[in-house]
C-alpha cells in the first residue's frame, strides 16, 4: 500500500482571486512583506496495491482526471510505502 500526496497549483499566467484575497487580508493584519500569494490544494489518500509503478500511474491519472483541471492547474505526487 502507498500513501500518495497530492499538490494541485494553479499555473503560474493564471490569476488567483483567492490568492490576491488573501495578501489583502494579510496587509490589513500588518503583513507589509507578503507579496504573490497563490492558494493550492493539499490532497492525501492511499492506494492498495504493492506495485509501486501501478500505484504512480493510478496516482497520476487520478490526479489528471479528477483533483486538477488541466487547463488551469498543475499538479506533483508523491508516494510513500506504508507497512
Known sequence: MYKATVIVKRRPKI???EGKAVEQGAKLLGFSNVKKTRIGKYIEFFVDTADKSAAEKEVKEYS???LSNPIM??????L???K
Open 80 to 82: 510513500e510505502e506504508v
Open 73 to 78: 492547474e498543475d499538479f506533483e505526487f508523491t
Open 15 to 17: 490569476l488567483d482571486p
Open 64 to 66: 489528471e482526471k479528477l
